[in-house]
């Protein structure tokens, strides 16, 4: 079991922040023997983000898309140290990461230092904002678990307000219009959960709604999913308009208050004009930016100077302008979207890396001993032996030492739209195939669900599934 005991000192230190695609797919590659290892992270578990869209309505349970660290760590073969813990300041120079437990209970001791002699960072990137006043102070995002049970229970809220004794017409308007801003794949998902939810279960357990609910998506360019192809775009655009879900393309918003969002909207002339939008949930979901620690490393390195999204990598993924720092997943800037296919094959890359790294240090050592033994070697068969031994680790060397640059293979984009369909961009063999409609959205479900962690994930998911089927989705308050 993973102990308390300090380092070995034959071995390196390798700290990871986070446990998120990036960091956990490491830590599954990682042979743990080689390098005393300490794991990072303010959440100590790990999170299968593509379906938390489905927890914000209850269709799947939070705790199926979880898998705590812990249990990933007790099989690795030698003792991996976890800290649940955020890193709030790395010293690149020192060599050493500052770390706060920020959880509720606190002990005697709730800020340290964990020094290291290699560094990966994978703590991902937290929600854009640009700034726009009241977005922080109103709105819900869609990025951890909190988030989707906040979602879940603002809904549900809204929604047992508008129908509280002698409401106002206009204010029951106000409070069932749902607000999702970002056409993104976050974005596109939720407003597709979310009018599911409404048709399947609120518009039956709850028909004095029915009028009023409903679902709005804003976005700033002239139209949603930017990375998917023309006919998908299209296909999504459709698919939402049947739902009855509204697509407000062409809309910047430019301010949030409790109460409703301002908008900048492009009319077809070019012309501009302020909009005021009532809501009664605002979810916002228009993408990522970097995160204190990270940008704080970055004004250390002068060769991070130039970098305006995350940590420039080299083609090996290290942090330029270091040598033994390397950053994975939403972090990196390694010209490949912000995505969890990425982060995971980042991660699996750093894990060969750095089993590669371990075994030729210890050839190297071997070939050092083995030199010495041969300068020490008295007769002529010890010396030849000792020198076929030698020949051999060459050999081996030379081939650990042959790993090629880190190497995207993407497997393709899949997003959930609603009303059992999904759209799908995949690239398999030589073409493309651009698809969308139920047996996409059946690839989708089974897809995401071969994806997921462990058998535990796969199995909790299946239930909620059935479960949301025979019963419908859970309404209930928490
Ligand atoms: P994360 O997975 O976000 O993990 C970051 C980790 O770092 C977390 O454990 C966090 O707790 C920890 N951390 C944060 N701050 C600190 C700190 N200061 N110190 C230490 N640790 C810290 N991608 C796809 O490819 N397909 C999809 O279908 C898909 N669906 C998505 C749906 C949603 C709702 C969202 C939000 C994202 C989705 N993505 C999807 C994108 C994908 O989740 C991210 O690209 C991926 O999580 C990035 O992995 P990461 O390891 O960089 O960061
Ligand atoms: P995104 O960056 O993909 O999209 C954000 C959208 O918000 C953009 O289209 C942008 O034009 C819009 N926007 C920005 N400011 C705005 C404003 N003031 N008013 C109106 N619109 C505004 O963000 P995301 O959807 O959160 O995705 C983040 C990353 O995670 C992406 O790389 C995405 O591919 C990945 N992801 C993938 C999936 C999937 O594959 N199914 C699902 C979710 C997320």
Redesign the pocket.
């Known amino acids: 079991p993973p102990d308390q005991s300090p380092p070995d000192p034959s071995k390196k230190t390798l700290v990871i ?7 956990v797919s490491l830590l599954k590659k990682l042979d743990t023997e080689n390098y005393n290892v300490i794991v ?4 100590n578990y ?2 299968f ?2 379906l ?2 489905s927890c914000t309505t209850g269709l799947i349970e939070h705790r199926s898309i979880m898998e705590p660290i812990r249990n990933i760590l007790r099989h690795k073969k030698a003792s991996v140290q976890f800290y649940e ?4 300041k790395i010293d690149y120079e020192k060599r050493v990461v500052y770390i706060s437990d920020d959880s509720e209970i606190k002990g005697d001791i709730s800020h340290t230092e964990v020094p290291f002699d290699m560094l990966v960072i ?4 937290e929600n854009a904002t640009f700034g726009i006043p009241g977005v922080r102070e109103n709105s819900c995002f ?2 951890e678990v909190g988030d989707a049970q906040n979602i879940r229970k603002r809904i549900m809220d809204c929604i047992e307000t508008a129908c509280f004794k002698d409401q106002t017409e206009e204010e029951v308007k106000r409070l069932l219009h749902m607000v999702v801003v970002g056409g993104g ?2 974005g596109v ?2 407003a597709g959960e979310l009018q599911d939810f409404f048709n399947d279960d609120l518009k039956k357990w709850i028909p004095e709604i029915k009028d009023n609910f409903h679902v709005t998506l804003v976005e700033a360019l002239p139209n949603v999913l930017p990375m998917f192809s023309k006919q998908l775009i299209e296909y999504t655009e459709s698919t939402f308009k049947e739902e009855e879900i509204s697509i407000r393309t062409k809309t910047m918003v430019k301010k949030v208050t409790d109460k409703y969002i301002q908008a900048e909207v492009t009319k077809p002339d070019g012309s501009k004009e302020l909009e005021t939008i009532p809501y009664g949930l605002l979810v916002w979901a228009t993408g990522n930016a970097i ?1 204190s ?1 990270v940008r704080d490393l970055m004004s250390q390195i002068p060769a991070q100077a130039e970098s305006r999204r995350g940590l420039a990598v080299n083609e090996y993924l290290v942090v330029n302008g270091t040598e033994n720092v390397w950053a ?4 990196a800037i390694a010209n490949y979207a ?6 995971g094959q980042e ?1 699996a890359f750093l894990g060969r890396l750095f089993n590669i790294m371990a075994k030729t240090e210890a050839l190297e050592k071997e070939l050092e001993a083995l030199s010495e033994r041969q300068a020490q070697a008295k007769g002529d068969e010890d010396r030849n032996q000792i020198f076929d031994e030698i020949r051999e680790r060459q050999k081996q060397l030379r081939r650990s030492k042959q790993i090629g640059p880190f190497q995207y293979s993407h497997q393709g984009s ?2 959930y739209i609603g009303k059992e369909r999904a759209v799908a961009d995949i690239s398999w063999l030589s073409g493309n195939i651009a698809s969308g409609g139920t047996m996409t959205y059946l690839f989708w479900r089974s897809a ?1 669900l071969s994806m997921c962690f462990s058998t535990r994930n796969r199995v909790l998911v299946c239930v909620d599934w059935v479960k949301a089927r025979l019963f419908g989705r859970d309404v209930s308050r928490e």
Do not use: M, N
């Open positions: 922040l986070g446990t998120g695609w990036g960091s990072v992270s303010p959440r790990f999170l983000t593509p938390l869209p813990a955020e890193a709030t994978g703590v991902g990137a869609l990025k794949p976050t998902e939720f995160r620690v994975v997943g939403d972090c912000p995505t969890a296919q990425v982060a991660g899949l997003a995401y």
